[in-house]
């Protein structure tokens, strides 16, 4: 489908206009080698043992851990997360608040995959720990005949994407799955015409350096070899695939990711935000905030339906 320009007021606009001011100051995230990667990380578990720990149920099933949030009472779907961070930094952790969120206001229950890092792992092997997690999270005794909806942000959105695409393999597991909900992701490891487009000016991405990022995550590959589904989701085959929520800011240098996918999925509904850059919904901004709740409550009628239908079913 063509992509629906999102509703901002004037007062919105402009309060995201100052907050792009403020991150027009602050360094662009680079991928140029492994050491800084592995010091952020370090940073972010620093800080998150300072921060108060999140009530949550850590197990590894098929060799891969997950986080795993819980409503107090019986949950009405389960969500599987996959966390961003540039496929080279980040953990389950990390989407805390993001995920409580969500499981406040949709009633779910909300796994998160803390899949390997690609410092140390090819981007296959991280693509291979959220299939597994899928597999098990659908097979899973505990979660049967509950919607599952699969939610992605940035390097996230891509493995996301990756999964359902892999997922074909096993259509009765893939048909469990009522929906996605993908913010920003990546789609095409040889870069979107934006990607390769993206001047100096871009915010909090480092936009001219993105190509040759996406080169050191798939060494050895031509950009041919970066096309070729799933690892380049944008060229797989999505007849199939649920329903898709998408959201990207007009200022994102992955803008194109998004937009040229949304036309290739079955069914999607996708967002451009205006005056938006990477990474909008952790932003202290009102159209943040907007999209999220929108994103809620999208999950909330797509597990209503799913729930009904199941119902008729059985």
């Given at each position: 489908?063509v992509?629906?320009p999102?509703?901002?007021?004037?007062?919105?606009?402009?309060?995201?206009?100052?907050?792009?001011?403020?991150?027009?100051?602050?360094?662009?995230?680079?991928?140029?080698?492994?050491?800084?990667p592995?010091?952020?990380?370090a940073?972010?578990?620093?800080s998150?043992?300072?921060?108060?720990?999140?009530?949550?149920?850590s197990?590894?099933?098929?060799n891969?851990?997950?986080?795993?949030?819980?409503?107090?009472?019986?949950p009405?779907g389960?969500?599987?997360?996959?966390?961003?961070?540039?496929?080279?930094?980040?953990?389950?952790?990390?989407?805390?608040d993001l995920?409580?969120?969500?499981l406040q206001?949709c009633d779910?229950?909300?796994?998160?995959?803390?899949?390997?890092?690609?410092v140390?792992?090819?981007?296959?092997?991280?693509?291979?720990d959220?299939?597994?997690?899928?597999?098990?999270?659908l097979?899973?005794?505990?979660?049967?005949?509950?919607?599952?909806?699969v939610?992605?942000?940035?390097?996230?959105?891509h493995?996301a994407?990756a999964?359902?695409?892999?997922?074909?393999?096993w259509?009765?597991?893939?048909?469990r799955?009522?929906?996605a909900?993908?913010?920003?992701?990546?789609?095409?490891l040889?870069?979107?015409p934006?990607?390769r487009a993206?001047?100096?000016?871009?915010?909090?991405?480092d936009?001219?350096g993105?190509?040759?990022?996406?080169?050191?995550?798939?060494?050895?590959l031509s950009?041919?070899?970066r096309?070729?589904?799933?690892?380049?989701?944008?060229?797989?085959?999505?007849?199939?695939?649920p329903?898709?929520?998408?959201?990207?800011?007009?200022?994102?240098?992955?803008k194109d990711?998004?937009?040229?996918?949304?036309?290739r999925?079955?069914?999607?509904?996708?967002?451009?935000?205006?005056?938006?850059a990477?990474?909008?919904?952790?932003?202290p901004?009102?159209?943040?905030?907007?999209v999220?709740?929108?994103?809620?409550e999208?999950?909330?009628?797509?597990?209503d339906?799913?729930?009904?239908?199941?119902?008729?079913?059985?």
């Amino acid at each position: 489908m063509v992509h629906q320009p999102w509703p901002a007021s004037e007062a919105e606009l402009a309060q995201m206009r100052r907050f792009n001011q403020k991150l027009a100051w602050l360094p662009r995230f680079k991928i140029r080698n492994r050491i800084t990667p592995r010091l952020i990380q370090a940073l972010l578990r620093v800080s998150q043992t300072i921060k108060r720990a999140t009530p949550a149920e850590s197990r590894v099933v098929d060799n891969v851990p997950v986080r795993i949030l819980r409503p107090s009472g019986k949950p009405k779907g389960v969500v599987l997360d996959i966390h961003g961070g540039g496929w080279v930094i980040g953990n389950a952790q990390m989407d805390d608040d993001l995920n409580l969120g969500m499981l406040q206001a949709c009633d779910v229950a909300v796994v998160s995959v803390d899949y390997r890092l690609a410092v140390d792992t090819p981007v296959e092997g991280l693509m291979a720990d959220c299939l597994a997690a899928a597999h098990w999270l659908l097979s899973a005794d505990e979660f049967a005949g509950l919607p599952v909806i699969v939610v992605g942000e940035s390097a996230g959105g891509h493995l996301a994407a990756a999964t359902l695409l892999a997922l074909k393999q096993w259509p009765e597991l893939l048909q469990r799955v009522s929906g996605a909900v993908l913010y920003y992701g990546v789609y095409d490891l040889a870069g979107t015409p934006s990607v390769r487009a993206a001047g100096p000016e871009t915010l909090l991405l480092d936009g001219p350096g993105m190509v040759e990022a996406l080169r050191m995550l798939t060494p050895g590959l031509s950009d041919d070899e970066r096309r070729q589904p799933p690892l380049s989701p944008l060229y797989g085959d999505l007849t199939g695939l649920p329903p898709a929520l998408m959201f990207v800011g007009e200022l994102d240098p992955l803008k194109d990711d998004t937009l040229l996918i949304a036309e290739r999925w079955p069914s999607a509904e996708a967002h451009l935000l205006p005056e938006s850059a990477h990474g909008f919904i952790h932003f202290p901004v009102a159209m943040g905030g907007r999209v999220l709740a929108y994103s809620r409550e999208w999950i909330t009628r797509l597990i209503d339906v799913s729930s009904y239908a199941g119902g008729k079913s059985s």
